[in-house]
């Protein structure tokens, strides 16, 4: 199977080529060392911010020629027994779409849930089969075989491809841009984030979100793994009636994520 590699995963090949070089010459393996450290401190980092687009294409925002007056809220984790049905209740009271970045695997286990977020005109995108912590240490063929697996089990599901995928916690390695575009999907990251897994105060979340909010925006907020608040709540259900009434009061139309970005 063939991939094709961005243009710096082929200046580390060339950089790891003259480091070679360095090592062979006399007193050269300090310099050597020099360009291998500094090589792989660039690509560790540029793997570790989910919002990069130097290990290959990553949408943070939708152009607004496309967007309009729209707003897109995606939610990640999914689905959730416990949580779910409220987002889509809440969703639908106020007539407004999101996409859904779900796991493969809990697509397997509930996948009435997954049926329900597209009946209801959300869309359902690839969010990783396993939603393992260590994605982003895999090598090619062990990333390809986990996406590839997460489309199988939602198409099988749902009767619907996706066509965008979002990495477990944004993280994400040289191998990934050359998989994606094996297989005809995009890279989705996000303008802001609530860090709705962690904080458990949905007035701090809602600020993060609405900060600076425009047309285009692409926020992110969970219903699986989501932190409760005080009152036992999921965030997202206490946050989402608020950022949905924020949204129609700046004229702001919450939308699924267009095609062909």
């Known amino acids: ?3 094709y590699y961005n243009g710096l995963i082929r200046a580390s090949i060339v950089l790891h080529l003259l480091a070679i070089c360095l090592f062979l010459m ?3 393996w300090f310099y050597a060392l020099f360009v291998m450290f500094g090589n792989h401190v660039v690509l560790v980092a540029q793997g570790l911010w989910p919002r990069s687009q130097w290990l290959g294409r990553n949408i943070t925002h939708v152009p607004l020629d496309k967007a309009g007056g729209a707003v897109y809220l995606t939610i990640d984790d999914g689905p959730c027994p ?3 049905p409220q987002v889509l209740q809440i969703l639908e009271q106020y007539n407004a779409k999101a996409t859904f ?3 493969g695997k809990r697509v397997q286990q509930y996948p009435d849930l997954a049926k329900s977020i597209v009946a209801g005109g959300h869309k359902l995108e690839n969010h990783s089969m396993e939603h393992s912590y260590t994605f982003s240490l895999w090598y090619t063929q062990k990333i390809y075989r986990d996406v590839v697996n997460a489309q199988t089990v939602i198409q099988q599901v749902t009767n619907v491809r996706p066509h965008y995928f979002r990495a477990p916690a944004g993280l994400r390695n040289i191998f990934l841009d050359a998989v994606l575009q094996k297989l005809g999907l995009c890279l989705m990251s996000w303008t802001r984030r609530g860090f709705d897994t962690r904080q458990r105060n949905a007035n701090v979340v809602l600020d993060s979100l609405c900060r600076n909010l425009q047309a285009g925006d692409i926020l992110l907020l969970h219903d699986g ?3 409760l608040t005080c009152n036992g709540r999921a965030v997202i259900v206490e946050v989402l009636p608020v950022l949905l009434q924020t949204l129609f009061e700046n004229n ?3 939308e699924v994520l267009p095609d062909g970005l």
Request: glycine share 6%.
């Open 26 to 28: 006399p007193d050269g």
């Open 101 to 103: 970045f779900c796991i």
């Open 82 to 84: 416990e949580v779910t």
């Open 225 to 227: 793994n989501a932190a």
């Open 252 to 254: 702001l139309n919450p």
């Open 1 to 3: 199977m063939v991939y």
